[in-house]
């Protein structure tokens, strides 16, 4: 009477399977987007010319290794 036997348990089941990997994957996104450039404390990543320029604006390196680390990073 009921039809407790046509199947329809399992399209429920799977269903409910595709629903948690589709929201999963929206967080995974999410989380992946606002992520990016961040490190885990929250600060950006830098990147080596900046680490060479910043070094170079301290002092701690003079202008022909500036220039030189530059050239062998391709930025000049």
Do not use: C, Q
Request: net charge neutral; charged share 25%; no cysteine.
């Amino acid at each position: 009477m009921w039809h407790s036997g046509d199947g329809m348990g399992w399209w429920m089941v799977f269903g409910s399977v595709w629903m948690v990997f589709f929201w999963a994957l929206i967080i995974w996104a999410l989380v992946r987007l606002f992520s990016r450039g961040e490190t885990t404390d929250g600060s950006h990543r830098e990147s080596p010319v900046d680490i060479v320029r910043r070094r170079y604006a301290r002092g701690d390196i003079n202008r022909e290794e500036f220039e030189r680390l530059l050239k062998d990073l391709g930025s000049g």
